[in-house]
């Protein structure tokens, strides 16, 4: 069976094909800068299961039901295709930045900044700050591109991961990795992508995609089951 993501109308996501679920967890320094990518607790193996959009589960990242009882309307409003991005051109490297997918997993905050890096990839290591923290992007809000037109992507097989923000102390999205399809309610497929965060508080006004909605939603607060 295909792996792929079904979005329920007004429900949760249908997962198929027996895609692993792997909690990822952000490493963080003494500031709180987003550092590295930790592997957690590992699923069990399902053919197919049902992950919360409405973020009222609580088995999350399960869904219970939860959306029924509280009327759920998770209407789907981002476009299927690529949305409006900026280009940060450098010597040695250019950014490819589409704002409307940010997740807010702060990756590109430390010094320099992502963008500042890839303006001065001409200077020191700054092409490869660039790369690594546009590669770190879960969302897949930006990505790195050489000169030549060589797109840096980081290899990922296809699994979902339930990430948990440790500086915020609350989960976050569901990060979609390895270009796993996501069907819309209406069988319409978005863009296949090899990073992308979809929403699961519910509150997202860039359905289904995450938009750092659920930094004010108090059932996202803490970790899953």
């Not at 792929?4 to 679920?21: A, D, E, F, R």
């Amino acid at each position: 069976m295909e792996k792929k993501i079904q979005i329920v109308k007004n429900g949760p996501y249908k997962v198929t094909g027996g895609v692993p679920l792997v909690r990822a967890t952000m490493e963080i320094d003494e500031e709180g800068i987003s550092q590295s990518w930790g592997r957690g607790k590992q699923y069990e193996d399902r053919d197919t299961y049902f992950l919360c959009r409405c973020g009222g589960s609580d088995s999350k990242p399960y869904c219970d039901g939860m959306h029924v009882k509280i009327g759920f309307r998770g209407e789907e409003v981002a476009t299927h295709g690529a949305g409006p991005t900026k280009k940060y051109s450098g010597e040695k490297i250019d950014l490819i930045d589409e704002e409307g997918l940010c997740a807010s997993m702060r990756f590109c905050d430390g010094a320099p900044r992502a963008w500042n890096a890839a303006v001065n990839s001409g200077i020191g290591g700054n092409r490869e700050i660039a790369i690594r923290e546009a590669c770190d992007c879960a969302a897949g809000r930006l990505t790195a591109v050489d000169k030549d037109g060589k797109v840096h992507e980081p290899k990922f097989g296809q699994e979902i991961s339930p990430i948990y923000d440790t500086a915020a102390g609350q989960r976050g999205p569901l990060w979609v990795k390895g270009g796993i399809p996501i069907e819309g309610a209406d069988g319409q497929e978005y863009r296949i992508r090899n990073r992308v965060t979809l929403c699961r508080c519910g509150h997202s006004r860039n359905m289904p995609f995450c938009d750092i909605s659920h930094f004010g939603v108090p059932s996202m607060k803490g970790k899953d089951v």
